[in-house]
């Protein structure tokens, strides 16, 4: 099934930096999210993009998509403490919408 | 935010016992998905539920089984239960005007002692 794998597995940064962590699959995609984990708790969605979209925003947050690489990024500008969490990507097959997900990049924001 | 609730929130229970873990989703999310995360990894997928009806399932043995109901809560029930099975339960559903975005509960702590 596809799944996502993220890269850096880790990465801690100073506060007002920006933080990029990337994805990589395998195969075709239908569209491709990113959702954030605080500690211990449920995942929260982020950020949808399409496989015919090659960037999007929202707030802080902006992905971008490139299909011939099979690969994704999401970029977090001018971060913030609360923004210290674990970040999923997950690309979803044509047919078949379930979520796969990797083992996260574990993001800190050292205040 | 989250309009999806799972209870209970932590379970302490024995190897070789049974458990059900029970999540309520939002009126219209006829979508439910249950993910095991184990401490340190990502969550992995173990069943998904359309109508009430089991359409897609990962690399679970039998043993995991669950049920979704038509006011849009659903369980997970976990038979002969192992040490491994001591992770985070995770329900998440969506609604088809939600398109493919899936709102998560904060889950179950299960321990298995």
Redesign the interface.
Known sequence: ?QQGEEDPQALSIQEGENATMNCSYKTSI??L?W?RQNS??????LI?IRSNEREKHSGRLRVTLDTSKKSSSLLITASRAADTASY?CAP?NFG?????????TRLTIIP | ETGVTQSPTHLIKTRGQQVTLRCSSQSGHNTVSWYQQALGQGPQFIFQYYREEENGRGNFPPRFSGLQFPNYSSELNVNALELDDSALYLCASRSGSTGRRYTFGSGTRLTVV
Not at chain 1, 40 to 45: D, M
């Open positions: 099934s239908n569209n999210q959702y211990g708790r449920g995942l929260v969605h949808l999923f979803a078949n919408e379930k979520l796969t997900f990797g083992t996260g």
